[in-house]
């Protein structure tokens, strides 16, 4: 079974409409990242969480938003999409213990398309 | 701020032949370094990483990378490519307990 697992995998969906993109782990880690993937620009950080109180903006965090549901449970939201949302998503996990900069541990991804 | 640069956008190599990825990086610190690579299809993979010590890293899949502070670079290499290598690959610098990725090269391998 994957470590990190995120749902969907893929998702259409039109302009205005609300998405949450969920996040699984199994690997017993503190922290929790959202990335989004496009073209040329490698990952951009969204949010990111050091444990279930702790919730942390990234670089382009203006339209999304995060739930810590529980230490193995991230999700992610789009409020309103809009077609420039579209691109790949991952989520990340990394042990805290393993200190400031361990590895990070990434999911298969949740291609959005916003139409 | 940290950041990252990788000179090359995709790089095309013949099976069997040498591969050399440029990453550059801008960080006022000691760097924590790391290179992963992204398959067609697939979530990120560690390939290795630099924190400390020796500046020469060995990582998985044959691959290593060396650290060299003066030109503020972390080069990834490997001597002969297979064609399983074709893929993604980013370099990633390390501070404030986050990621920032480079924009990634594509290596294409022809046989």
């Known amino acids: 079974d994957a470590d990190v697992t995120q749902t969907p995998r893929n998702r259409i969906t039109k302009t205005g409409k609300r998405i949450m993109l969920e996040c699984s782990q199994t690997?017993?880690?503190?922290?929790m990242y959202w990335y989004r993937q496009d073209p040329g620009l490698g990952l951009r950080l969204i949010y990111y969480s050091f444990d279930v109180k702790d919730i942390n903006k990234g670089e382009i965090s203006d339209g999304y938003s995060v739930s810590r549901q529980a230490q193995a449970k991230f999700s992610l939201s789009l409020e309103s999409a809009i077609p420039n949302q579209t691109a790949l998503y991952f989520c990340a996990t990394s042990d805290l213990a393993g200190g400031p900069h361990n590895e990070q541990f990434f999911g298969p991804g949740t291609r959005l398309t916003v139409l | 701020a940290q950041s990252v640069t990788q000179p090359d956008i995709h790089i095309t190599v013949s099976e069997g032949a040498s591969l050399e990825l440029r990453c550059n990086y801008s960080y006022g610190a000691t760097p924590y370094l790391f290179w992963y690579v992204q398959s067609p299809g697939q979530g990120l993979q560690l390939l290795l990483k630099?924190?400390?010590?020796?500046?020469l890293v060995q990582g998985i899949k044959g691959f290593e990378a060396e650290f060299k502070r003066s030109q503020s670079s972390f080069n990834l290499r490997k001597p002969s490519v297979h064609w399983s290598d074709a893929a993604e690959y980013f370099c990633a610098v390390g501070a404030d307990y986050k990621l920032s990725f480079g924009a990634g090269t594509t290596v294409t391998v022809r046989a």
């Open positions: 690997k017993g880690h503190d922290r």
């Open positions: 630099y924190f400390s010590g020796d500046t």
